[in-house]
């Protein structure tokens, strides 16, 4: 895994000596993506420079150093990732004529697109970004992998040059970078807890999508998109047995597992003891040629620590089982470095316990599986059976609605009560009641109009074919899966050098789980049966088999703790107001929660987060057009 960077100077820099020197700082900024190495190249003529930071995990001589030339230099490329079949792509290649000087992936990508153009990526089977610049065609060539694992951000310029990199920091880190706030990014985040692809918070940079590709020639930019799970969706389903396809899928998640364990150094893995993480580590302890090594993180607070379930999955499939023990003081201090993690405002609190594993893990390996991709894809989420069985609810008339909320505002259940905003919200879409944070009128008046949620909204415009009950996953692989989950495992575990892989998230299985009919994946009370029955051919049920956790953190327990002074500060300051919004509506909430009217400790965290990155990051705030 590593860092990459670009600069394209318009037509007036061009050949100007500080564009190295500038090079340099974006992949400064992005050292911690990869501290083995940094190296940087400029045509001739400066009108192409790439940087590159390197986490040496495949081939590490200096014959895998970045930016890599092909060919005395005719292709030179930038890339951050890993192509898992790049083997087979060689053996290929070479029996096309082609000849190699390393034993990495990138000199294979530079290979495929110089024999398969653009395409090449259609071949690939990994997690990956990349800029690959094409000397003859003068062109530039920028993609990213199918599910969004890695990300890549790009700024055109206002002379018609432009600037990619992996992270926002990097291109921040030119000096000429406008730092106004995106007004449709700021409501995007408001309303989800990220800011969704193609917006990033600043109104001049955009996020690449994932499966999408972009050529840059003659200045202009072209996108296009490779790959599409949605059509994958609504594509006739498979007609398999539920044994053939436990079957089917077990082939194709060994082949995966495998896979992702080829490193030139140590590898492991994360082990929170629930059912994705457990089959991916059985599935290493039955491919590998070692025990595995497993890495959790214990909390002193039993409501959010799950050490004791991992180390009996760990006992009972022999591991090599390394546990870390976090406090309150090591949480807060990740607390303090989210904003300069993440670059934009980012609300998912679970970052948090997902920096902390990547830390503890870091000490012991270069590189470590996940199980991320098993809830989306196999009907993992509470969300997707309260959503299909409240339907009836969620599209009654708007006074029961608000009846049946007052009722479930009143339980004493966490889960019972969130639903009493779900049953406020108008939103006639029901599914994105459930992923919505702040909604319907507080939304209205802190910000204004939200814009729909780019992906969201051209999946659900083209989902109507599959049953209702099935759109969900399938919506949250467009848009939560990449913007949020995959977001903060990247960043997390990048702040810390190591480098992340999801078996569960092959396009292989992707494809193989989007084609599965509805009753393959869940009986309507359970979901991921196919996961399941892998898992307890592996590890016995009493292990695994328990109400779903997650990775949370005592949010209530801060606001109302070592977080109150700052929290105050940020709602009833300018900050809001400065930032273009309306505040009432986030004192309202804040004063309900001391009071104890209100459990909506999400609404809170994301204007906390987003305090913080303001104070960071110093923003230049945009006009918003609010409702009073």
Request: hydrophobic fraction near 40%; charged fraction near 25%.
């Amino acid at each position: 895994m590593c860092g990459i960077v670009g600069y394209l100077p318009g037509a007036r820099l061009q050949g100007d000596p500080g564009g190295r020197g500038l090079v340099s700082r974006m992949c400064g900024a992005l050292a911690h993506r990869g501290p083995d190495d940094a190296d940087l190249w400029t045509n001739e003529g400066g009108t192409t420079m790439l940087g590159h930071r390197r986490l040496s995990v495949l081939d590490l001589s200096p014959l895998g150093r970045n930016p890599m030339p092909w060919d005395g230099g005719r292709l030179r490329i930038t890339y951050n990732g890993e192509v898992y079949n790049y083997r087979e792509l060689r053996k290929e290649l070479e029996e096309d004529g082609c000849r190699f000087r390393s034993e990495t992936d990138t000199e294979v990508i530079l290979a495929a697109y110089d024999r398969w153009g653009p395409a090449c990526v259609e071949r690939f089977v990994g997690m990956f970004a990349f800029g690959l610049w094409d000397e003859p065609r003068k062109r530039l060539f920028l993609s990213r992998d199918r599910l969004g694992k890695k990300p890549l951000y790009y700024w055109r310029h206002p002379d018609g040059g432009l600037s990619f990199a992996s992270e926002l920091k990097a291109l921040v880190a030119d000096p000429t970078f406008p730092r106004t706030v995106d007004g449709d990014a700021l409501r995007l985040y408001l309303r989800y807890g990220y800011v969704p692809a193609p917006h990033s918070i600043y109104l001049a940079a955009r996020k690449l999508p994932p499966a999408h590709s972009a050529i840059y020639e003659a200045g202009r930019l072209t996108i296009s998109q490779y790959w599409d799970p949605v059509a994958i969706a609504l594509a006739n389903p498979s007609d398999m047995t539920g044994e053939e396809a436990d079957a089917q899928l077990e082939i194709l998640l060994k082949d995966a597992v495998e896979r992702r364990m080829i490193a030139d150094v140590p590898v492991g893995a994360f082990l929170s003891g629930g059912i994705d993480s457990s089959l991916v580590v059985a599935l290493m302890q039955e491919v590998g040629s070692r025990a595995a090594r497993t890495f959790t993180i214990r909390f002193d607070n039993p409501q959010f620590d799950e050490s004791k379930h991992a180390a009996a999955v760990a006992r009972h499939l022999g591991t090599e089982h390394h546990e870390e023990t976090c406090g309150v003081p090591e949480m807060l201090g990740v607390v303090e470095q989210l904003p300069g993690i993440f670059d934009e405002p980012f609300a998912d609190s679970s970052a948090v316990p997902t920096y902390l594993v990547s830390r503890a893990t870091r000490r012991h390996v270069t590189v470590a599986l996940s199980g991320d991709g098993g809830d989306e894809l196999f009907f993992g989420y509470p969300r997707y059976f309260f959503s299909s069985r409240a339907a009836w609810l969620l599209s009654a008339p708007r006074p029961l609605r608000r009846v049946a909320a007052r009722v479930a505002g009143a339980a004493p259940w966490r889960r019972v009560r969130r639903a009493a905003d779900v049953l406020r919200d108008d939103e006639p879409d029901h599914y994105a009641r459930f992923v919505a944070w702040w909604g319907g009128d507080d939304l209205a008046r802190m910000a204004g109009a939200t814009p729909d949620h780019p992906a969201y909204a051209s999946a659900l415009g083209r989902l109507g074919g599959l049953p209702s009950a099935g759109r969900p996953p399938v919506l949250d692989v467009v848009s939560y899966l990449p913007d949020d989950i995959l977001t903060k495992v990247d960043r997390a575990s990048m702040a810390v050098s190591l480098e992340t892989r999801s078996p569960l998230l092959d396009h292989r299985v992707a494809e193989f789980a989007l084609g599965l009919p509805l009753p393959l994946r869940t009986d309507g009370r359970t979901g991921k049966l196919p996961l399941r029955r892998l898992l307890e051919k592996r590890v016995p049920r009493h292990l695994i088999d328990r109400p779903k956790m997650g990775f949370g953190v005592p949010l209530a327990d801060w606001l109302r703790g070592p977080l109150r002074t700052r929290m105050a500060h940020y709602v009833d300051g300018p900050f809001l107001s400065e930032l273009g919004l309306e505040p009432a509506p986030a004192r309202a909430r804040w004063r309900e929660f001391l009071t104890g009217r209100s459990h909506r400790t999400d609404l809170l965290w994301s204007v906390f987060t987003l305090g913080a990155w303001v104070e960071h990051w110093k923003p230049e705030p945009v006009t918003m057009e609010v409702h009073a």
